[in-house]
């Protein structure tokens, strides 16, 4: 008996999940030119609007444990593969599918007639620290938002927490003969 497990919902009020995707969302940053000390009269930064996903986890969010919210970008493929000449290569999504490219998750497209969406690319390489009610006033401006379910958004979580526990030993262990 095969079972459904639909990818995605429609967040059903304004709380925010891990998971969620927040479309177009303003995000603040320091900007290339950012220089140490920082200046005395103006601190350069940059606006540019990304569609992201809550990484921060639920519970955290719930439980008023965090005052910042982690978000992750993601794009369509093509948009990806521009990002990242890596990611327009011939084979890519399959290889960022088998989990080759750890920087990088991918989400199925959305068939929610209310809110279609093509495959996304999710890019641990970016990562996003929001002021939490930044990012809850933002989320109340979308209309409709998609919120992964489970087991996807652990697997999101699963995927983020590897591409960070990687860990480079300084020399490999010699094993005895």
């Known amino acids: 008996m095969s079972r459904d497990y639909p990818w995605y919902e429609i967040a059903p009020d304004d709380g925010l999940e891990q998971g969620d995707l927040l479309m ?5 940053t320091p900007s290339p030119d ?3 000390p920082l200046p005395d009269d103006y601190l350069p930064v940059d606006i540019a609007d990304y569609d992201v996903v809550v990484m921060t986890q639920s519970c955290d ?9 982690i978000v992750c970008p993601h794009w369509d493929l093509q948009t990806a593969g521009a990002m990242d000449p890596a ?9 960022v599918l088998k989990g080759r490219f750890g920087r990088y998750l991918m989400l199925a497209g959305s068939t929610e007639p209310e809110l279609p969406m093509d495959v996304r690319i999710v890019d641990f390489g970016r990562i996003f620290s929001l002021p939490k009610s930044y990012v809850q006033d933002f989320a109340a401006t979308q209309d409709k938002r998609l919120r992964l379910c489970p087991p996807y958004r652990e697997h999101l979580a699963q ?3 590897r591409f960070f526990m990687r860990v480079g030993l300084p020399q490999d262990i010699e094993l005895p003969q």
């Not at 969010?61 to 919210?69: G, H, P, Q, S, Y």
């Not at 990611?87 to 290889?95: E, F, M, V, W």
């Open 87 to 95: 990611l327009g290569r011939k084979g890519a999504a399959k290889q």
């Open 34 to 36: 950012l220089t140490f």
């Open 61 to 69: 969010l719930a439980n008023e444990k965090v005052t910042d919210i």
């Open 24 to 28: 177009s969302c303003p995000v603040i």
């Open 159 to 161: 995927a983020f927490a």
